[in-house]
């Protein structure tokens, strides 16, 4: 398997529009890896998407990706879902009369399934894509699995029950893919020691290089999101052989090279971190 970073960022990306603080402009000035579009991966092996943010054709255009044989959802927050009429446009047939759509199968594990049919019009425009033609949604119940390309992919809740990570198993590699909202969960025994994880950054509450409090002690999203320090606790729990952090959100105000000095903290610390940039590719 090749795990390709399409998109790093999260509901806020870099640079923001409108934003003249530092890190938006070297983004703007620089591109990758400064820039980050909406959350999104690709697993090369079993050609399998996971997310469509916003700017998923972009994303699509300039990555490796030459097939989707599948796609999942982690939850229907819009960082990961508005691109979704990405299938109209990569799978509709235009030219031809009867056309001759690609069809491309659409796992939705059971909370998300549920949360489509009442959130931002989801399964209105599902079932649209599906009359088309362009999708075939699959609904699956908590603890069923499925399998693309000999890569059996295994959906479940995280601490808040509507979002779902996702354990990939090849053979005896196993990777963990957890696309967000980490916030209060425990990592279960059998993502322990996986050769891969990769999850959300976390809010860094304090500027984790100078010390310097970032995030006001009394804020409410303190109370709503996981933050780096226990993003950090949670690769102590799981021990993976190497972690990649990502969902890395423009309020942190760090810049890549930041990140790259943090790495290097991080390592000589004894963890196997490193934090994903837009159209990273790692081997599995």
Not at 95 to 115: E, K, M
Not at 124 to 142: C, M, N, P, S, Y
Not at 154 to 165: E, G, I, K, L, S
Request: aromatic fraction near 10%; glycine fraction near 8%.
């Amino acid at each position: 398997m090749q795990i390709e970073f399409l998109g790093t960022g999260g509901a806020v990306t870099t640079p923001r529009p409108g934003c003249s603080c530092a890190v938006c402009v070297e983004a703007r000035a620089k591109g990758v890896p400064y820039s980050r579009y909406g959350p999104s991966v690709f697993v090369h092996g079993p050609n399998l998407l996971i997310d469509t943010p916003e700017e998923i054709k972009d994303q699509l255009n300039r990555s490796r990706v030459t097939h989707i044989d599948g796609a999942v959802y982690s939850h229907w927050h819009p960082d990961h879902v508005m691109g979704r009429r990405v299938w109209e446009t990569i799978n509709g047939d235009w030219l031809h009369w009867p056309q001759h759509h690609r069809v491309t199968p659409i796992f939705l594990p059971q909370q998300v399934a549920q949360d489509f049919r009442v959130r931002l019009g989801l399964w209105e425009h599902f079932e649209f894509l599906q009359w088309f033609g362009v999708v075939r949604v699959i609904e699956l119940a908590d603890g069923q699995t499925f399998s693309l390309n000999g890569v059996r992919v295994t959906p479940f809740r995280v601490a808040q029950a509507y979002v779902y990570a996702f354990l990939l198993e090849e053979g005896d590699r196993r990777v963990l893919i957890a696309p967000d909202e980490l916030l209060g969960w425990s990592p279960p025994d059998f993502v322990r020691g996986v050769d891969l994880a990769v999850i959300p950054m976390g809010l860094p509450e304090f500027h984790p290089l100078s010390g310097e409090r970032i995030i006001p002690a009394d804020h409410p999203v303190l109370h709503n999101e996981a933050t780096f320090a226990q993003t950090l606790d949670m690769v102590r729990a799981m021990q993976p052989r190497r972690a990649i952090l990502t969902h890395i959100e423009e309020p942190a105000g760090l810049n890549y090279d930041d990140l790259l000095r943090l790495e290097v903290r991080l390592q000589a610390d004894g963890l196997a971190i490193q934090f994903a940039y837009d159209t990273l590719v790692v081997e599995v």
